[in-house]
Protein backbone atom coordinates (compact mmCIF):
# COMPACT_ATOMS: atom_id res chain seq x y z
CA UNK A 1 0.00 0.00 0.00
CA UNK A 2 1.18 3.39 -1.14
CA UNK A 3 2.36 5.60 1.66
CA UNK A 4 0.09 8.87 1.57
CA UNK A 5 1.55 11.32 0.72
CA UNK A 6 3.19 14.38 2.69
CA UNK A 7 0.84 17.47 2.67
CA UNK A 8 2.33 20.04 0.48
CA UNK A 9 3.25 24.11 2.04
CA UNK A 10 0.84 26.49 1.62
CA UNK A 11 3.71 28.92 -0.42
CA UNK A 12 4.38 25.56 -2.75
CA UNK A 13 0.65 24.71 -3.67
CA UNK A 14 -0.73 26.34 -7.24
CA UNK A 15 -3.91 26.70 -7.20
CA UNK A 16 -6.64 25.91 -9.73
CA UNK A 17 -7.55 27.89 -12.97
CA UNK A 18 -10.83 29.99 -12.26
CA UNK A 19 -13.64 28.31 -14.13
CA UNK A 20 -17.32 28.69 -14.76
CA UNK A 21 -18.12 25.47 -13.52
CA UNK A 22 -19.17 25.01 -10.04
CA UNK A 23 -22.96 24.98 -8.09
CA UNK A 24 -24.25 28.03 -9.94
CA UNK A 25 -23.29 26.41 -13.60
CA UNK A 26 -22.62 30.27 -14.25
CA UNK A 27 -20.78 28.71 -18.26
CA UNK A 28 -24.96 29.13 -18.99
CA UNK A 29 -24.74 32.61 -18.67
CA UNK A 30 -21.64 33.39 -19.95
CA UNK A 31 -21.73 35.97 -23.11
CA UNK A 32 -19.35 35.08 -25.75
CA UNK A 33 -20.53 38.09 -28.20
CA UNK A 34 -22.59 35.65 -30.67
CA UNK A 35 -25.98 35.82 -30.54
CA UNK A 36 -28.44 32.84 -29.90
CA UNK A 37 -32.09 32.76 -31.48
CA UNK A 38 -33.13 30.40 -28.62
CA UNK A 39 -35.51 32.10 -25.67
CA UNK A 40 -34.02 29.58 -23.19
CA UNK A 41 -30.57 29.73 -21.36
CA UNK A 42 -27.73 27.60 -23.24
CA UNK A 43 -24.02 27.73 -23.18
CA UNK A 44 -22.25 30.28 -25.41
CA UNK A 45 -25.84 32.31 -25.65
CA UNK A 46 -27.89 35.19 -24.63
CA UNK A 47 -30.37 35.28 -22.43
CA UNK A 48 -33.42 37.52 -23.63
CA UNK A 49 -36.77 38.44 -22.94
CA UNK A 50 -39.37 36.65 -24.77
CA UNK A 51 -41.60 40.18 -25.27
CA UNK A 52 -38.05 41.28 -26.97
CA UNK A 53 -37.71 38.00 -28.81
CA UNK A 54 -39.49 39.32 -32.53
CA UNK A 55 -36.61 42.36 -32.60
CA UNK A 56 -33.85 39.65 -31.49
CA UNK A 57 -33.55 37.92 -35.14
CA UNK A 58 -33.65 41.56 -36.82
CA UNK A 59 -30.46 42.49 -34.76
CA UNK A 60 -28.97 39.39 -35.29
CA UNK A 61 -29.33 39.28 -38.99
CA UNK A 62 -27.58 42.73 -38.95
CA UNK A 63 -24.76 41.34 -36.51
CA UNK A 64 -24.49 38.60 -38.56
CA UNK A 65 -24.24 41.00 -42.28
CA UNK A 66 -21.74 43.14 -40.31
CA UNK A 67 -19.67 40.45 -39.61
CA UNK A 68 -19.54 39.25 -43.17
CA UNK A 69 -18.81 42.86 -45.19
CA UNK A 70 -16.56 45.43 -43.71
CA UNK A 71 -19.42 48.44 -42.05
CA UNK A 72 -20.58 50.31 -44.19
CA UNK A 73 -22.47 53.28 -44.06
CA UNK A 74 -25.60 52.32 -45.41
CA UNK A 75 -25.10 49.40 -43.03
CA UNK A 76 -24.62 51.79 -39.87
CA UNK A 77 -27.83 53.24 -41.33
CA UNK A 78 -29.94 49.96 -41.44
CA UNK A 79 -29.02 48.95 -37.77
CA UNK A 80 -30.40 52.53 -36.09
CA UNK A 81 -33.13 52.14 -38.00
CA UNK A 82 -33.47 48.89 -37.07
CA UNK A 83 -33.12 50.28 -32.96
CA UNK A 84 -35.58 52.76 -33.66
CA UNK A 85 -37.98 50.71 -34.61
CA UNK A 86 -37.23 48.36 -31.33
CA UNK A 87 -38.14 51.00 -29.49
CA UNK A 88 -41.11 52.21 -30.71
CA UNK A 89 -42.40 48.67 -30.71
CA UNK A 90 -41.50 48.56 -26.70
CA UNK A 91 -43.56 51.66 -26.38
CA UNK A 92 -46.81 51.42 -24.46
CA UNK A 93 -49.56 54.27 -26.11
CA UNK A 94 -50.99 56.53 -23.07
CA UNK A 95 -54.82 55.93 -22.64
CA UNK A 96 -56.41 59.07 -23.10
CA UNK A 97 -59.83 59.69 -22.20
CA UNK A 98 -62.37 61.36 -24.79
CA UNK A 99 -63.09 65.08 -23.49
CA UNK A 100 -67.00 65.78 -23.72
CA UNK A 101 -67.37 69.40 -25.37
CA UNK A 102 -70.48 70.00 -23.79
CA UNK A 103 -69.37 69.43 -20.42
CA UNK A 104 -67.06 71.92 -20.13
CA UNK A 105 -66.08 75.51 -21.95
CA UNK A 106 -64.51 74.98 -25.05
CA UNK A 107 -62.01 77.52 -26.96
CA UNK A 108 -64.08 78.67 -29.99
CA UNK A 109 -62.79 80.36 -33.10
CA UNK A 110 -62.29 83.82 -31.72
CA UNK A 111 -60.70 82.50 -29.01
CA UNK A 112 -62.84 82.75 -26.14
CA UNK A 113 -64.40 80.11 -24.21
CA UNK A 114 -68.11 79.08 -24.78
CA UNK A 115 -69.98 80.33 -21.43
CA UNK A 116 -72.41 77.44 -19.38
CA UNK A 117 -74.45 80.90 -18.01
CA UNK A 118 -77.98 79.58 -17.40
CA UNK A 119 -76.51 76.61 -15.13
CA UNK A 120 -73.80 78.37 -13.85
CA UNK A 121 -76.64 81.34 -13.40
CA UNK A 122 -79.30 79.21 -11.73
CA UNK A 123 -76.80 77.59 -9.50
CA UNK A 124 -74.83 80.52 -8.02
CA UNK A 125 -78.67 82.22 -7.15
CA UNK A 126 -79.54 78.84 -5.31
CA UNK A 127 -76.08 78.86 -3.42
CA UNK A 128 -76.97 82.62 -1.97
CA UNK A 129 -80.60 82.03 -1.16
CA UNK A 130 -79.80 81.27 2.42
CA UNK A 131 -78.71 84.97 2.97
CA UNK A 132 -80.58 88.08 3.15
CA UNK A 133 -81.86 89.00 -0.49
CA UNK A 134 -81.06 92.90 -0.31
CA UNK A 135 -79.74 95.68 1.94
CA UNK A 136 -81.69 98.74 3.10
CA UNK A 137 -80.97 102.11 1.28
CA UNK A 138 -79.70 105.04 3.27
CA UNK A 139 -82.02 108.16 2.22
CA UNK A 140 -83.01 110.96 3.48
CA UNK A 141 -84.19 114.65 1.71
CA UNK A 142 -81.39 117.06 1.25
CA UNK A 143 -78.71 115.19 0.51
CA UNK A 144 -75.80 116.63 -0.58
CA UNK A 145 -74.08 113.20 -2.05
CA UNK A 146 -75.80 109.76 -2.97
CA UNK A 147 -73.76 106.78 -3.39
CA UNK A 148 -74.17 104.34 -6.00
CA UNK A 149 -72.98 100.82 -5.30
CA UNK A 150 -72.67 98.00 -7.63
CA UNK A 151 -74.62 95.53 -5.34
CA UNK A 152 -73.81 93.81 -1.85
CA UNK A 153 -71.67 91.52 -1.56
CA UNK A 154 -71.41 88.35 0.36
CA UNK A 155 -70.25 90.07 3.51
CA UNK A 156 -72.49 93.07 3.28
CA UNK A 157 -75.39 90.90 3.08
CA UNK A 158 -74.58 89.00 6.00
CA UNK A 159 -74.18 92.07 8.15
CA UNK A 160 -76.40 94.07 6.51
CA UNK A 161 -74.37 96.99 6.54
CA UNK A 162 -72.82 98.52 3.09
CA UNK A 163 -69.33 98.13 2.13
CA UNK A 164 -68.87 95.74 5.27
CA UNK A 165 -65.30 93.35 3.54
CA UNK A 166 -62.44 94.35 5.43
CA UNK A 167 -60.83 95.04 1.76
CA UNK A 168 -63.17 96.86 1.09
CA UNK A 169 -61.88 100.60 0.98
CA UNK A 170 -64.91 102.70 1.01
CA UNK A 171 -65.07 103.48 4.49
CA UNK A 172 -61.29 104.42 4.51
CA UNK A 173 -61.50 106.43 1.14
CA UNK A 174 -64.46 108.81 2.74
CA UNK A 175 -62.30 110.16 5.71
CA UNK A 176 -58.82 110.13 3.41
CA UNK A 177 -60.74 111.85 0.73
CA UNK A 178 -62.71 114.38 3.20
CA UNK A 179 -66.37 113.74 2.79
CA UNK A 180 -66.74 112.80 5.96
CA UNK A 181 -64.70 114.58 9.03
CA UNK A 182 -64.00 111.83 11.12
CA UNK A 183 -63.57 107.64 10.16
CA UNK A 184 -66.91 105.83 10.49
CA UNK A 185 -67.34 102.08 10.10
CA UNK A 186 -70.04 99.75 7.89
CA UNK A 187 -71.66 99.82 11.28
CA UNK A 188 -72.05 103.49 11.30
CA UNK A 189 -74.07 103.34 7.71
CA UNK A 190 -77.46 104.32 8.55
CA UNK A 191 -76.37 107.62 10.54
CA UNK A 192 -74.78 109.35 7.56
CA UNK A 193 -77.98 111.08 6.00
CA UNK A 194 -78.50 112.93 9.95
CA UNK A 195 -74.35 113.36 10.46
CA UNK A 196 -73.48 114.29 7.06
CA UNK A 197 -76.25 114.39 4.38
CA UNK A 198 -75.00 111.68 2.87
CA UNK A 199 -76.92 108.75 1.09
CA UNK A 200 -76.08 105.14 0.07
CA UNK A 201 -77.79 103.15 -2.82
CA UNK A 202 -77.21 99.88 -5.39
CA UNK A 203 -77.89 99.43 -8.73
CA UNK A 204 -79.08 95.97 -7.99
CA UNK A 205 -80.27 94.65 -4.63
CA UNK A 206 -79.41 91.07 -5.15
CA UNK A 207 -76.15 89.88 -3.39
CA UNK A 208 -72.99 87.96 -4.99
CA UNK A 209 -69.76 87.36 -4.19
CA UNK A 210 -68.50 89.41 -7.12
CA UNK A 211 -69.79 92.07 -9.89
CA UNK A 212 -69.11 89.05 -12.74
CA UNK A 213 -72.20 86.98 -11.37
CA UNK A 214 -74.33 89.78 -12.36
CA UNK A 215 -76.16 89.73 -15.95
CA UNK A 216 -76.45 93.14 -18.02
CA UNK A 217 -79.85 92.60 -17.93
CA UNK A 218 -80.13 92.93 -13.95
CA UNK A 219 -77.89 96.20 -14.60
CA UNK A 220 -79.75 97.93 -16.76
CA UNK A 221 -82.86 96.91 -14.92
CA UNK A 222 -81.54 98.70 -11.83
CA UNK A 223 -80.94 101.85 -14.22
CA UNK A 224 -84.46 103.51 -14.03
CA UNK A 225 -85.18 102.23 -10.03
CA UNK A 226 -81.85 104.31 -9.92
CA UNK A 227 -83.53 107.35 -11.84
CA UNK A 228 -86.67 106.99 -9.62
CA UNK A 229 -85.00 107.02 -6.50
CA UNK A 230 -82.95 110.30 -7.50
CA UNK A 231 -86.17 111.92 -8.42
CA UNK A 232 -87.89 111.17 -5.47
CA UNK A 233 -84.96 112.32 -2.75
CA UNK A 234 -83.34 115.39 -4.72
CA UNK A 235 -79.65 114.73 -3.56
CA UNK A 236 -77.21 118.00 -5.30
CA UNK A 237 -74.71 115.24 -6.62
CA UNK A 238 -74.51 111.27 -6.98
CA UNK A 239 -71.21 109.27 -6.90
CA UNK A 240 -71.46 106.33 -9.26
CA UNK A 241 -68.68 104.07 -7.47
CA UNK A 242 -67.27 101.98 -10.44
CA UNK A 243 -67.00 102.53 -13.94
CA UNK A 244 -69.33 99.30 -14.55
CA UNK A 245 -71.88 100.75 -13.13
CA UNK A 246 -71.69 104.32 -15.38
CA UNK A 247 -71.98 102.23 -18.60
CA UNK A 248 -75.03 100.66 -17.48
CA UNK A 249 -76.32 103.60 -16.48
CA UNK A 250 -74.65 105.58 -19.80
CA UNK A 251 -76.08 102.58 -21.94
CA UNK A 252 -79.50 103.06 -20.72
CA UNK A 253 -79.72 106.89 -21.34
CA UNK A 254 -78.15 106.31 -25.23
CA UNK A 255 -80.89 103.80 -25.93
CA UNK A 256 -83.25 106.12 -24.67
CA UNK A 257 -81.79 108.99 -26.60
CA UNK A 258 -82.72 106.53 -29.67
CA UNK A 259 -78.86 104.94 -29.44
CA UNK A 260 -78.10 102.81 -32.62
CA UNK A 261 -76.94 100.13 -30.32
CA UNK A 262 -77.02 100.94 -27.08
CA UNK A 263 -74.01 99.02 -26.70
CA UNK A 264 -73.05 101.33 -23.56
CA UNK A 265 -69.67 101.87 -24.76
CA UNK A 266 -68.10 105.15 -23.26
CA UNK A 267 -66.70 107.86 -25.55
CA UNK A 268 -62.81 107.34 -26.18
CA UNK A 269 -62.01 110.56 -23.99
CA UNK A 270 -64.07 109.34 -21.29
CA UNK A 271 -62.19 109.77 -17.73
CA UNK A 272 -62.87 109.19 -14.03
CA UNK A 273 -64.97 112.71 -12.07
CA UNK A 274 -67.45 115.17 -12.42
CA UNK A 275 -69.61 114.34 -15.73
CA UNK A 276 -71.18 116.30 -18.51
CA UNK A 277 -74.44 118.25 -16.85
CA UNK A 278 -76.02 116.76 -19.98
CA UNK A 279 -75.41 113.52 -17.95
CA UNK A 280 -77.41 114.82 -14.89
CA UNK A 281 -79.57 111.93 -13.14
CA UNK A 282 -83.33 112.34 -11.99
CA UNK A 283 -83.98 115.04 -14.57
CA UNK A 284 -87.98 116.26 -14.01
CA UNK A 285 -89.66 118.23 -17.43
CA UNK A 286 -91.90 120.65 -16.24
CA UNK A 287 -95.52 119.12 -17.33
CA UNK A 288 -98.97 120.57 -17.54
CA UNK A 289 -98.46 123.21 -19.61
CA UNK A 290 -100.42 122.42 -23.41
CA UNK A 291 -98.42 124.90 -25.09
CA UNK A 292 -101.63 127.25 -24.90
CA UNK A 293 -99.92 129.93 -22.24
CA UNK A 294 -103.35 128.32 -20.15
CA UNK A 295 -101.66 126.53 -17.79
CA UNK A 296 -102.36 122.71 -17.49
CA UNK A 297 -105.89 123.70 -19.58
CA UNK A 298 -108.06 122.83 -16.54
CA UNK A 299 -107.79 125.98 -14.72
CA UNK A 300 -105.64 123.60 -11.59
CA UNK A 301 -102.22 124.80 -11.38
CA UNK A 302 -101.77 122.92 -8.26
CA UNK A 303 -101.41 119.77 -11.23
CA UNK A 304 -98.44 121.19 -12.60
CA UNK A 305 -95.23 119.25 -12.12
CA UNK A 306 -92.18 121.29 -11.32
CA UNK A 307 -89.21 120.71 -13.32
CA UNK A 308 -85.70 119.58 -11.74
CA UNK A 309 -82.30 119.77 -13.65
CA UNK A 310 -81.19 117.00 -12.04
CA UNK A 311 -78.41 115.66 -9.58
CA UNK A 312 -75.01 116.14 -11.00
CA UNK A 313 -72.55 112.61 -11.56
CA UNK A 314 -69.40 112.15 -10.10
CA UNK A 315 -67.93 108.53 -11.09
CA UNK A 316 -65.25 107.25 -9.37
CA UNK A 317 -63.40 104.09 -8.66
CA UNK A 318 -64.27 100.94 -7.50
CA UNK A 319 -63.79 100.81 -3.89
CA UNK A 320 -63.83 96.81 -3.56
CA UNK A 321 -60.61 95.05 -2.95
CA UNK A 322 -60.90 92.52 -5.99
CA UNK A 323 -60.84 95.88 -8.56
CA UNK A 324 -56.81 96.29 -9.31
CA UNK A 325 -56.94 97.83 -12.69
CA UNK A 326 -56.37 101.21 -11.00
CA UNK A 327 -53.74 102.18 -8.66
CA UNK A 328 -53.92 103.22 -4.77
CA UNK A 329 -52.35 106.73 -5.84
CA UNK A 330 -54.92 107.29 -8.50
CA UNK A 331 -58.18 105.80 -6.49
CA UNK A 332 -56.71 108.51 -3.55
CA UNK A 333 -56.37 111.55 -6.77
CA UNK A 334 -60.16 110.33 -7.91
CA UNK A 335 -61.88 109.95 -4.77
CA UNK A 336 -59.84 113.51 -3.13
CA UNK A 337 -61.16 115.78 -5.94
CA UNK A 338 -64.87 114.34 -4.92
CA UNK A 339 -63.48 115.60 -1.10
CA UNK A 340 -62.83 118.83 -1.85
CA UNK A 341 -66.02 119.78 -3.85
CA UNK A 342 -68.13 118.13 -0.56
CA UNK A 343 -66.09 120.12 1.56
CA UNK A 344 -66.61 123.09 -0.04
CA UNK A 345 -69.89 122.73 -0.47
CA UNK A 346 -70.43 121.68 3.30
CA UNK A 347 -68.57 124.96 4.21
CA UNK A 348 -71.08 126.86 2.30
CA UNK A 349 -74.25 125.16 3.51
CA UNK A 350 -73.69 126.06 6.91
CA UNK A 351 -72.63 129.51 5.64
CA UNK A 352 -75.90 129.59 4.27
CA UNK A 353 -77.70 128.02 7.38
CA UNK A 354 -75.86 130.45 9.70
CA UNK A 355 -77.16 133.66 7.52
CA UNK A 356 -81.05 132.18 7.22
CA UNK A 357 -81.06 131.73 11.46
CA UNK A 358 -79.78 134.90 11.72
CA UNK A 359 -82.79 136.45 9.46
CA UNK A 360 -85.19 134.46 10.87
CA UNK A 361 -84.17 136.06 14.11
CA UNK A 362 -84.12 139.15 13.16
CA UNK A 363 -87.76 139.21 11.84
CA UNK A 364 -88.93 137.61 15.38
CA UNK A 365 -87.43 140.22 17.42
CA UNK A 366 -89.07 143.36 14.75
CA UNK A 367 -92.66 141.30 15.84
Request: net charge positive.
Amino acid sequence: MASPEAPMPDGERTPPPPTFTGRLKLEDFRFDGHGSTSTSPSPGGIRKSIRLSSTTKSATVNTNASSSAPPSRKTTQTTTTTTTTTTTTIKTPSKRKPTSTSASPTPSGSGSLTPISSKRQKKIIKTYDTIPQSLPDALAPNLLLLFIGLNPGISTAIQQHAYAHPTNLFWRLLFSSGITPVPCTPQEDRTLPERFALGLTNIVGRPTRNGGELTKGEMDEGVEVLEEKVREWRPESVCVVGKGIWESIYRVKQRKMGGKKGNGRLPKEWKYGWQDESENMGVVIEEGDDGSGNGNGNGNEDHKKKGWKGARVFVATSTSGLAATVGRAEKERIWRELGSWVESRREERENEKGMREGKEEGQAGEL
